[in-house]
């Protein structure tokens, strides 16, 4: 059984640009989730993917967009990056579009992007 | 007012020493808490779930007080691999999707 899987680990991008992040579910899992963790801060809540629609959006600007394919696995798509889009993206996938069991709800060690 | 509040800390303690962590939340329909360990760099991995009073697992105590609307984390016998950023967690009222705080820093020296 694969674990949550996201490329690239490490990206860098120039302010104006548009990045693309990937992430590859777990095996079984129907349902991503993305958060964005800032350096020194938790993890805030992006929005998350069910079966190709979204799900529920946290507070992000449009320009913050994302898919969810068929194979579950999903991509985080970020518009006129913004030096304040620095950090590091974690995605989290998991069976159903909430409950309050978290033990099937495995991060990907994240991708880091720093804009400049 | 922030949904879930922790003191970032750094806690900086000796081996074998007893340290806790506190977190404050907003919802008081909140059910269900939990709190994830962060290595450096690294995802965040979940620790302990509480659901009703307290949990135990070794070393690790978390309790839930509902009235103050605080979860805590207990960690005894303090071990070098303790060192790491603990994150409280309590999902939110849609159920999918997860507030963090910003994390405690702990730093266990040798």
């Known amino acids: 059984e694969t674990g949550v899987t996201q490329s690239p680990t490490h990206l860098i991008k120039t302010r104006g640009q548009q990045v693309t992040l990937r992430c590859s579910s777990q095996s079984g899992h129907n349902t991503v989730s993305w958060y964005q963790q800032a350096l020194g801060q938790g993890p805030q809540f992006i929005f998350q993917y069910y079966r190709e629609e979204e799900n529920g959006r946290g507070n992000f600007p449009p320009r913050f967009s994302g898919l969810q394919f068929p194979n579950y696995s999903s991509e985080l798509n970020v518009n006129a990056l913004e030096l304040d889009d620095s950090a590091l993206y974690l995605c989290a996938s998991s069976i159903g579009r909430g409950g309050t069991d978290l033990y099937g709800y495995t991060f990907g060690s994240g991708t880091r992007l720093t804009v400049v | 007012r922030k949904e879930v509040e922790q003191d970032p800390g750094p806690f900086n303690v000796p081996e074998g020493a007893t340290v806790a962590f506190n977190c404050t939340y907003s919802?008081?329909?909140?059910?269900?808490f939990f709190w994830y360990r962060q290595d450096c760099r690294k995802e965040p991995k979940l620790l302990m779930s509480v659901y009703s009073s307290g949990n135990e697992d070794g070393r690790f105590t978390a309790q839930l007080n509902r009235a103050s609307q605080y979860i805590s984390l207990l960690i005894r016998d303090s071990k070098l691999s303790d060192s790491a950023t603990y994150l409280c967690v309590i999902p939110g009222t849609g159920a999918n999707n997860l507030f963090f705080g910003t994390g405690t820093r702990l730093t266990v020296i040798p």
């Open positions: 919802n008081s329909a909140s059910q269900s």
